[in-house]
């Protein structure tokens, strides 16, 4: 089981984007970009972390740091495309669920698979 911490639980295999935390919607797709991936390896977590804001033409300008944050990770896999280009790269394009704690982050130009036992929104 899967605990969801800071926000809604999901359990369908749909692409997520918009994440429901207590005060709203968080979009990390048309509202932030992607700043780094963070791998901890004490704490077996891997962290993206995004630049957010809720209106998309301050992300550069006001934006502030959001991450959403993997424990207990295993079975790490990160790939990157064979014409991989930053640009592409930069903006989530989904986070799936499958197999209850299999997780697929889709950034475009990279992905990263793995089971995780956790799921935090850290703003």
Not at 11 to 35: E, Q, R, T, W, Y
Not at 48 to 76: K, M, N
Not at 105 to 116: H, K, N, P, S, W
Request: with cysteine; net charge negative.
């Amino acid at each position: 089981m899967v605990a969801f911490n800071g926000l809604a639980p999901w359990s369908d295999d749909v692409p997520k984007v918009d994440f429901d935390i207590p005060a709203g919607l968080v979009d990390l797709h048309n509202c932030a970009d992607l700043v780094g991936i963070h791998v901890v390896i004490a704490e077996q977590s891997v962290e993206f972390e995004f630049r957010y804001a809720p209106d998309h033409t301050q992300i550069e300008s006001a934006g502030r740091p959001v991450r959403l944050r993997f424990g207990s990770v295993t079975g790490l896999r990160i790939s990157q495309a064979e014409d991989f280009d930053i640009r592409a790269a930069d903006t989530l394009e989904g986070v799936t669920r499958h197999s209850g704690s299999e997780f697929v982050v889709d950034l475009g130009d990279i992905q990263c698979t793995f089971a995780a036992e956790s799921v935090t929104l850290i703003q």
